[in-house]
């Protein structure tokens, strides 16, 4: 899925980097899909190229059971590129903010050479443990808010809910797991 919602595509960045759309989301939101990708298996996780979390209303229910920190949901419908209703089914979920969670010794960072406090890419993530204690269950990473984690309790979730499309990798924590 390459598209973002009809109207406000301006505002696709605030989706993939955990900044609220709030009421500048319309009412009655839309997606198309392309010609060139005019089908889509509908799954609990639709992938797409604008790094945001879409989800259907079970994905959504399974982050919502675990998940306290500020989220927004922000539903749509999703139209073929005959523009014909394909599914109803479907939120942009958008943590808000980042959060602090990375061992910045033990992590392989690549840094901006004109502002050494930005990230250009991570090679390899290594959580700080400390930082970890407090770490809601769906986040961005500090620095890095188009890349999410998710806890232990929301993966058990959406294994116990069967979701078969979702890749996991697991995270080192510093200090040796």
Known sequence: MDNFV??????????SSGV??????????????????PGIKLS?????SRNVLVGSNEFKAAIEKHCKN????LPFTLYDHRKRVHSRDYFIINPIGTFDCLDRKESVIEWDDEDPEEII????????????????????IDKAPTSYVLGLEVAREFKARSFKNIWWTELPLSGGQ
């Open 6 to 15: 009809e109207g406000i595509n301006p505002l696709a960045h605030r989706a």
């Open 20 to 37: 609220r759309i709030g009421v500048e989301y319309p009412k009655e939101a839309k997606i198309f899909m392309n010609r060139e990708n």
């Open 44 to 48: 609990p996780l639709l992938g797409n």
């Open 70 to 73: 500020e989220i927004e949901y």
């Open 121 to 140: 890419g991570i090679d390899k993530i290594v959580l700080d443990r400390k930082k970890m204690k407090d770490a809601p269950q769906c986040f961005r």
